[in-house]
């Protein structure tokens, strides 16, 4: 009888909030002020995305690309709309920015992640009121290049 | 036979197996496609290391800039960003549009870990300075 009801308390172990459960060097109330608690996407978090670093961002400008006598190349980047998102610069957040990637997902064609609770969808209005991008034109990434059928035809 | 680098190596087989090589240096370019090698590869799909290098993804985007094909730019971003996460080797790219994105749907950012690019980050002063990046006429 007492064997039975030693049973009993492992349910209540898993209903338990696992606070004390991660020693990490992280501070455990800025995690969860960051993941709104969500205790999987906290270990997600450190296991998968705290260890990577970041890349250093850069600009540039094309006003600098005019001057230097590059007129060819900038009208080229100007043409597919890239502007914006080359010469976006300021305020960086590094912490959040690896939030960002470790609730980001993907699915039905919109990028959707959260941060600090805050629902994110990047639709295609977000995309042109922040980067300038618009979501239209051949779609090509790396490994998948047969869209561009010219291109495979040069080489 | 032994290799200096795998990715020599690597570059190697591809070769004897009788397709065209996937990879190519940026000695090989002009001085202006040099440059749109460097934005490809730093800002468009920047990856930790290894800049000299254009790989196929890279060539295509470069081939498309300089030929007017459009591209839809927010497919090439998020298929970037969605191998960042993925791949353990991958450093984060896109701080700055990201920052923009976090921003833009108001996140409270106070009180977190800040930093600003600076010029240190701009591509045109610096490395167009130090690789004597200067275009002479029309050629």
Same mark, same amino acid.
């Not at chain 1, 969500?38 to 970041?54: G, S």
């Given at each position: 009888?007492?064997?039975?009801?030693? &049973?009993?308390?492992?349910?209540?172990?898993?209903?338990?909030?696992?606070?004390?459960?991660?020693?990490?060097?992280?501070?455990?109330?800025?995690?969860?002020?960051? %993941?709104?608690?969500?205790?999987?996407?906290?270990? *997600?978090?450190?296991?998968?995305?705290?260890?990577?670093?970041?890349?250093?961002?850069? &600009?540039?400008?094309?006003?600098?690309?005019?001057?230097?006598?590059?007129?060819?190349?900038?009208?080229?980047? !100007?043409?597919?709309?890239?502007?914006?998102?080359? +010469?976006?610069?300021? !305020?960086?957040?590094?912490?959040? &920015?690896?939030? %960002?990637?470790?609730?980001?997902? %993907?699915?039905?064609?919109?990028?959707?992640?959260?941060?600090?609770?805050?629902?994110?969808?990047?639709?295609?209005?977000?995309?042109?009121?922040?980067?300038?991008?618009?979501?239209?034109?051949?779609?090509?990434?790396?490994? +998948? *290049?047969?869209? &561009?059928? +010219? %291109?495979?035809?040069?080489? | 036979?032994?290799?200096?680098?795998?990715?020599?190596?690597?570059?190697?087989?591809?070769?004897?197996?009788?397709?065209?090589?996937?990879? @190519?240096?940026? $000695?090989?370019?002009?001085?202006?496609?040099?440059?749109?090698?460097?934005?490809?590869?730093?800002?468009?799909?920047?990856?930790?290391? #290894?800049?000299?290098?254009? /790989?196929?993804?890279?060539?295509?985007?470069?081939?498309?800039?300089? /030929? $007017?094909?459009?591209?839809?730019?927010?497919?090439?971003? =998020?298929? =970037?960003?969605?191998?960042?996460?993925?791949?353990?080797? @991958?450093?984060?790219?896109?701080?700055?549009?990201?920052?923009?994105?976090?921003? =833009?749907?108001?996140?409270?950012?106070? $009180?977190?870990?800040?930093?600003?690019?600076?010029?240190?980050? =701009?591509?045109?002063?610096? #490395?167009?300075?130090?690789?004597?990046?200067?275009?002479?006429?029309?050629?």
């Amino acid at each position: 009888m007492p064997r039975r009801s030693r &049973v009993a308390p492992s349910d209540d172990e898993s209903s338990t909030p696992p606070t004390s459960s991660s020693p990490n060097v992280m501070n455990q109330g800025r995690l969860d002020i960051w %993941f709104e608690g969500h205790e999987d996407r906290i270990q *997600t978090f450190l296991i998968e995305i705290n260890r990577k670093q970041i890349i250093l961002p850069k &600009v540039i400008r094309m006003s600098r690309l005019r001057a230097k006598n590059f007129g060819n190349l900038e009208q080229h980047l !100007k043409a597919q709309k890239l502007k914006t998102f080359l +010469e976006l610069s300021g !305020k960086v957040y590094p912490d959040l &920015v690896k939030v %960002f990637y470790a609730n980001l997902k %993907f699915s039905n064609g919109i990028l959707k992640s959260s941060v600090k609770g805050v629902e994110m969808e990047i639709t295609r209005q977000a995309w042109k009121d922040v980067a300038g991008l618009r979501q239209r034109g051949v779609q090509v990434r790396k490994g +998948e *290049t047969s869209a &561009v059928d +010219e %291109f495979n035809k040069v080489q | 036979m032994r290799w200096t680098s795998s990715t020599r190596c690597n570059n190697q087989c591809v070769r004897n197996q009788g397709e065209q090589a996937r990879n @190519f240096h940026v $000695g090989r370019l002009r001085v202006e496609e040099r440059l749109l090698g460097m934005v490809v590869t730093k800002i468009i799909m920047p990856r930790g290391s #290894n800049h000299a290098t254009l /790989n196929e993804g890279d060539l295509v985007v470069m081939y498309c800039i300089q /030929n $007017g094909v459009m591209l839809d730019w927010t497919y090439t971003i =998020h298929d =970037h960003m969605m191998k960042a996460k993925r791949l353990t080797d @991958f450093k984060l790219p896109y701080v700055v549009l990201i920052s923009k994105f976090i921003e =833009h749907f108001g996140v409270d950012v106070e $009180g977190e870990l800040e930093e600003s690019t600076s010029l240190l980050n =701009h591509v045109s002063t610096l #490395n167009m300075h130090r690789m004597e990046f200067t275009k002479v006429g029309n050629t």
